[in-house]
T-cell receptor, first 114, second 114 residues
Framework: KAGVTQTPRYLIKTRGQQVTLSCSPISGHRSVSWYQQTPGQGLQFLFEYFSETQRNKGNFPGRFSGRQFSNSRSEMNVSTLELGDSALYLC?????????????FGEGSRLTVL | QQQVKQSPQSLIVQKGGISIINCAYENTAFDYFPWYQQFPGKGPALLIAIRPDVSEKKEGRFTISFNKSAKQFSLHIMDSQPGDSATYFCAASMRETSGSRLTFGEGTQLTVNP
């Protein structure tokens, strides 16, 4: 069974640009969550999508957005990039059958903002 | 109140020794406490998890001890091996309202010397 796939794995952008990251969850998983990982702030929850609807949102500015498609694949977008957005962005999928915490993470997309 | 505090930040243990990582939380609404293991270049992977209705859970060399009254939980790694060298994160979530939203501790970088 294939794991969570994130693309691209690495990317470099400049301030003011926007970026779109993609996540393909494990087959059959309907929930996709996004996390930001940085050395200073650790792992922070961005948002969760379930059946194409945003079910939960973390404390990030509106520049961070996401969506989920009917096949459960998800994208997140960051507009007007800032230096502080440099991070590893992790996508996680779960069955969302009610048991929280059992997330399966991808290897992440490492974003560098210059 | 949403924070999860983790200690120590780093830990060095000899092969065969016991590694102990501690976490504390404030929000009594948390009802699920997983531990994740992360190797360099990889996403976090679920190691073991516990709910507050039990005080201890053991899976192989890994044991979670949970103290509900103190709002603390810990991970014990028995017979630590060099292959256990990784970053460990405790986390907490609320099943009722948070879906797959995890609040993570700051992480502990474990090094097991051969």
């Amino acid at each position: 069974k294939a794991g969570v796939t994130q693309t691209p794995r690495y990317l470099i952008k400049t301030r003011g640009q926007q970026v779109t990251l993609s996540c393909s969850p494990i087959s059959g998983h309907r929930s996709v969550s996004w996390y930001q990982q940085t050395p200073g702030q650790g792992l922070q929850f961005l948002f969760e999508y379930f059946s194409e609807t945003q079910r939960n949102k973390g404390n990030f500015p509106g520049r961070f957005s996401g969506r989920q498609f009917s096949n459960s694949r998800s994208e997140m977008n960051v507009s007007t990039l800032e230096l502080g957005d440099s991070a590893l962005y992790l996508c996680a999928s779960s069955l969302a059958g009610g048991t929280t915490g059992e997330l399966f993470f991808g290897e992440g997309s490492r974003l560098t903002v210059l | 109140q949403q924070q999860v505090k983790q200690s120590p930040q780093s830990l060095i243990v000899q092969k065969g020794g016991i590694s102990i990582i501690n976490c504390a939380y404030e929000n009594t609404a948390f009802d699920y406490f997983p531990w994740y293991q992360q190797f360099p270049g990889k996403g976090p992977a679920l190691l073991i998890a516990i709910r507050p209705d039990v005080s201890e859970k053991k899976e192989g060399r890994f044991t979670i001890s949970f103290n509900k009254s103190a709002k603390q939980f810990s991970l014990h790694i028995m017979d630590s091996q060099p292959g256990d060298s990784a970053t460990y994160f405790c986390a907490a979530s609320m099943r009722e309202t948070s879906g797959s939203r995890l609040t993570f501790g700051e992480g502990t970088q474990l090094t097991v010397n051969p």
